[in-house]
C-alpha cells in the first residue's frame, strides 16, 4: 500500500513467458516497433516489476488508447500504465459516509482499511476477516 492509501491491484506474479507474451501481443498490434525496442519493452517491464496482469493489462490499454495513428507508441506508453484502488481508513469512512458503498478489506495489516465493493468485485480483493484475531 502506498503512503497515500492506494492498493496496487495486482497480486498475479512475474513470469517469463507472461512477460513474453504481453510483449508479443504489442508485437503483433505494431509491427513497426523494432526488435529492439521490444527488447528494451521487455526490461523496463521488468525492472518496473510489472506482473504477468499488468504487463498484459499495459499492452492492451495501449492498444485501446493510443491515438497517434501512423505512430508507433513509446516505451512510456506502456510503462506509466498502472491501477490503483483508493482504500479508506475507518474515520474517512465515517466523515464521507460511505457506509453503503464500501467493504473492509485485508491490507496485511492489523487493521483493516475499505475500499468501494465494486473494486472488491473486480480487482478480486481480499475481504477482512479477522473475527476474534
Not at 21 to 27: H, N, T, Y
Not at 116 to 131: C, H, M, T
Request: aromatic share 10%; with cysteine.
Amino acid at each position: 500500500m502506498k503512503p497515500d492509501g492506494s492498493l496496487a491491484v495486482y497480486r498475479d506474479g512475474m513470469t517469463k513467458q507472461g512477460i513474453a507474451s504481453a510483449v508479443a501481443r504489442a508485437a503483433q498490434a505494431f509491427p513497426a516497433m523494432s526488435e529492439e525496442q521490444l527488447d528494451i519493452l521487455t526490461d523496463r517491464m521488468i525492472e518496473n516489476r510489472f506482473t504477468d496482469m499488468q504487463a498484459l493489462d499495459a499492452v492492451n490499454h495501449v492498444i485501446d488508447t493510443y491515438e497517434g495513428w501512423g505512430k508507433q507508441p513509446n516505451i512510456a506508453n506502456f510503462i506509466s500504465f498502472d491501477v490503483q484502488v483508493k482504500t479508506y481508513t475507518h474515520r474517512q469512512v465515517c466523515a464521507e459516509d460511505l457506509w453503503e458503498a464500501v467493504e473492509a478489506i485485508d491490507v496485511g495489516q492489523q487493521k483493516p482499511r475499505w475500499a468501494k465493493k465494486e473494486d472488491i468485485e473486480r480487482y478480486k480483493l481480499k475481504r477482512w476477516n479477522r473475527r476474534g484475531a
